[in-house]
């Protein structure tokens, strides 16, 4: 079956650190960019950052960059996103997903995982 | 940074009802627009990529339309299972810089 899984949420005090992960099986994980976006409880979806297939390209929202890094193992599937100086505003729903080849749409999306940010 | 602004923010219509969602984007992003559906509590789900191309599996009684900053997604005969949120997106890949995959702020479909 073609899935992404995402894990690694959790409620975490501002100013600290969160590292999530998504597993990816049933498709060639290597062959594909990845994106992370996220939806603040009752908003709307926000894009926050794209990995190339190599791991050598990465994009950042702006109010993310600095302190949100991603990063990939294609030898186990497996996509990151390392999350340091959290602030209540990063409470969010955050989902892995699968880019379509040359048209930055994401036709597989992960179940997602909530991150509260709070103290 | 590309600013999606998506009218209208909700809408109630009628089954069998054809319904349109506008998106247009702050600057010239030629066909490179994306369209996803969102049930509550749900992961988005992809219909519609690159302005007009309906998404393996996605029923025709959706269609996108639109290139440069103008852009729409129409429900032909609205069904009960429609309702949901629908959000657009630009998908960066329309000039040599990468440019972001900034979302519209939604449509929230009802039925009435």
């Known amino acids: 079956e073609v899935l992404l899984v995402d894990s690694g949420g959790g409620l975490v005090q501002p100013g600290g650190s969160l590292r999530l992960s998504c597993a990816a099986s049933g498709f060639n994980f290597g062959d594909y960019c990845m994106t992370w976006v996220r939806q603040a409880p009752g908003k709307g979806l926000e894009w926050v950052a794209k990995?190339?297939?190599?791991?050598?390209?990465?994009n950042y929202v702006d109010s993310v960059k600095g302190r949100f890094t991603t990063s990939r193992d294609n030898a186990e599937n497996l996509l990151y996103l390392q999350m340091n100086g959290l602030k209540a505003d990063d409470t969010a729903v955050y989902y892995c997903?699968?880019?379509?080849?040359?048209?930055?749409?994401?036709?597989?999306w992960g179940q997602g995982t909530l991150v509260t940010v709070s103290s | 940074d590309i600013q999606m602004t998506q009218s209208p923010s909700s809408l109630s219509a009628s089954v069998g009802d054809r319904v349109t969602i506008s998106c247009q984007s702050s600057?010239?992003?030629?066909?490179?627009l994306n369209w996803y559906q969102q049930k509550l509590g749900k992961a988005p789900k992809l219909l519609i990529h690159n302005s007009s191309i309906l998404q393996t599996g996605i029923p025709s009684t959706f269609s996108g339309g639109g290139s440069g900053t103008h852009f729409t997604l129409t429900i032909n005969s609205l069904q009960p299972d429609d309702v949901a949120s629908y959000y657009c997106q630009q998908g960066g890949h329309f000039s040599l810089t990468f440019a972001g995959g900034s979302f519209g702020r939604g449509t929230k479909v009802e039925i009435k």
């Open positions: 600057q010239d992003i030629n066909n490179s």
């Open positions: 997903a699968r880019e379509v080849a040359a048209s930055g749409a994401s036709d597989l």
């Open positions: 990995i190339n297939e190599y791991g050598t390209e990465k």
